[in-house]
C-alpha cells in the first residue's frame, strides 16, 4: 500500500499564513510564482503579499529594505532562480549586511535537485546547496517532507538572521520518526538502528531513497543508522559523530554535484575528522550536465542513484 503524499511548499505556506494571520510584521514575496496556497495568501493579505514579477534581483532588494525596516520577510521562488540569478544580491544585501545589521529573511526555492525533471538544466537546483553554503551568515535548510518544512516556516520566522530553504516540488510521503523541535534545533533526524557500524547520511529527497537503501541492507543483515541531514550549514555535528561512533562504514547521498562543496563538502571537512575508524563514500552527481529529460528514478539512475547501486557502495565499504 503506498503512503499518502503531500508537497512541502504547501506545508510551509500554510504554517507562514497561520503566522501572517496573527502577527502583522511578516511579509511574503514572490517573484511570479504560483498555486493554491499563493493565492489563498494573496487574497488574506494583499497589502503584505508583493509580487515583484521575474526579477530575483528584485525581489532580494526589496526583501533587504523591508528587513531593515523591521519586517520578517519571506521571498518564494524557484530554487535555481532564486539562488543563482539574484546572487549577488545574496552576497551583498544579506550575507554581509546581515553582519552588521539584524535582517529576518527567508529565501524559499522550490524544486530542488531533479525536481523539474521534464525542464531541463536549466530549471534543476543542482549546485543551490554549494553556492549558498559558500556564503556567510547564510543558514541552509533542507527538509525532506511536509512535517519538517511547515516546522521550518515557524523556525525561520522565530530566528533572527539569513536562512535559504531548499524544498522538493513533488509531493513526498512523510518520513518516520516524525520531526521535532529538537531535530531542527540540531539540524538532523535519526532514523534506524541505533549502534550499527553502517550509516547513511542523506538530505532532502534523497532521505526517501536513504529508504529503500537502508530496507535492502537490513533485509540482507547489515543494520543501519540513517540520518537525514536538515541544516546543511551549522548543524551540531559533535552531537551527530556521538550518535554516529559506532560507524565504520558511511554513505553520504545528495542530489546535488559530488565533489563540488555541497553536503559532502560539509561532512569531509567537519564531521569525518571527529570519525576517524569510519570508512567513507559520497554518492551523488556526476559534474556535468544532463540534457536527457525522463522519470526523476532514471535520472538519478544515470548518475549511479538506485537504491541497490547504493546498496552495493555500502558493501564495497564494509568488505573493502
Not at 529527497?205 to 543483515?221: C, I
Request: proline content about 6%; overall charge negative; hydrophobic content about 45%.
Amino acid at each position: 500500500m503506498s503512503l499518502p503524499k503531500s508537497r512541502m511548499r504547501d506545508a510551509f505556506l500554510q504554517s507562514i499564513k497561520d503566522r501572517m494571520e496573527k502577527e502583522e510584521d511578516i511579509f511574503f514575496l514572490t517573484a511570479d510564482f504560483g498555486s493554491p496556497v499563493l493565492d489563498d495568501l494573496q487574497q488574506a493579505f494583499p497589502d503584505r503579499f508583493i509580487n515583484v514579477g521575474i526579477s530575483e534581483q528584485n525581489l532580494v532588494n526589496v526583501s533587504t529594505g523591508l528587513s531593515l525596516e523591521g519586517y520578517r520577510v519571506v521571498a518564494y521562488a524557484i530554487a535555481p532562480f532564486i539562488t543563482m540569478r539574484c546572487l549577488e544580491q545574496i552576497r551583498v544585501n544579506l550575507a554581509m549586511l546581515s553582519q552588521v545589521r539584524p535582517l529576518n529573511v527567508t529565501l524559499v526555492g522550490v524544486g530542488a535537485g531533479y525536481s523539474y525533471q521534464v525542464s531541463g538544466p536549466t530549471h534543476q537546483a543542482l549546485e543551490d546547496i554549494a553556492l549558498m553554503r559558500a556564503l556567510p551568515n547564510i543558514g541552509v535548510w533542507s527538509p525532506a517532507d511536509s512535517a519538517t518544512a511547515g516546522l521550518m516556516a515557524h523556525q525561520a520566522l522565530d530566528t533572527q538572521g539569513v536562512r535559504y530553504v531548499r524544498m522538493d516540488g513533488h509531493p513526498l510521503p512523510e518520513l518516520e520518526p516524525a520531526p521535532t523541535t529538537e531535530d531542527l534545533q540540531r539540524g538532523f533526524r535519526l532514523r534506524g538502528t541505533p549502534g550499527a557500524m553502517t550509516a547513511v547520511i542523506s538530505t532532502g529527497y534523497m532521505s526517501h531513497l536513504a529508504v529503500a537503501v537502508r530496507d535492502e541492507l537490513e533485509a540482507g543483515g547489515i543494520p543501519v543508522r540513517s540520518v537525514d541531514l536538515m541544516n546543511l550549514a551549522s548543524p551540531e555535528l559533535s552531537a551527530l559523530a556521538a550518535e554516529l561512533a559506532s560507524c565504520r562504514a558511511i554513505l553520504t547521498m545528495e542530489e546535488g554535484f559530488i565533489g563540488r562543496g555541497g553536503m559532502d563538502g560539509l561532512l569531509n571537512m567537519q564531521l569525518a575528522p571527529h570519525l576517524p575508524k569510519a570508512k567513507w563514500a559520497h554518492a551523488g552527481l556526476t559534474p556535468h550536465y544532463r540534457f536527457e529529460i525522463g522519470p526523476r528514478e532514471e535520472l538519478l539512475a544515470a548518475n549511479g542513484l538506485a537504491p541497490t547501486a547504493l546498496a552495493d557502495r555500502v558493501r564495497e565499504l564494509i568488505n573493502g
